[in-house]
Nanobody, 122 residues
Framework: QVQLVESGGGLVQAGGSLRLSCSAS????????MGWYRQTPGKQRELVAT???????NYADSVKGRFTISRDNAKNTVYLQMNSLKPEDTAVYYC????????????????WGQGTQVTVSS
């Protein structure tokens, strides 16, 4: 099993910044990719950004130029730097990864964190 623990959410004024972190732990064989999604009440969870172990990142159009995703492979950690925040960025942000565990290295499973609230006031 893989556990994802997020941190860094909170309340910020419009135009401000926040940095989210998500660390993966457990019987990890490999992780790829890692990413962030967000969800507001009554809406489907939507992709914010993903980052493979190597290669190009992917962003939702709504956050391009404002958010930056990065990862530290040695620490199995993914980050989301959020700048120029807008009220419409208010949501619960979830960390996600596809991972293989040591006990089942040929099986890829999808894992989610518990979510962290980001609230942007106008």
């Amino acid at each position: 099993q893989v556990q994802l623990v997020e941190s860094g959410g909170g309340l910020v004024q419009a135009g401000g910044s926040l940095r989210l972190s998500c660390s993966a732990s457990g019987n990890i064989f490999s992780i790829n990719p890692m990413g962030w999604y967000r969800q507001t009440p009554g809406k489907q969870r939507e992709l914010v950004a993903t980052i493979p172990r190597g290669g190009s990142t992917n962003y939702a159009d709504s956050v391009k130029g404002r958010f930056t995703i990065s990862r530290d492979n040695a620490k199995n950690t993914v980050y989301l730097q959020m700048n120029s925040l807008k009220p419409e960025d208010t949501a619960v942000y979830y960390c996600n990864c596809n991972a293989r565990v040591v006990s089942a290295p040929f099986q890829i499973r999808d894992y989610w964190g518990q979510g962290t609230q980001v609230t942007v006031s106008s």
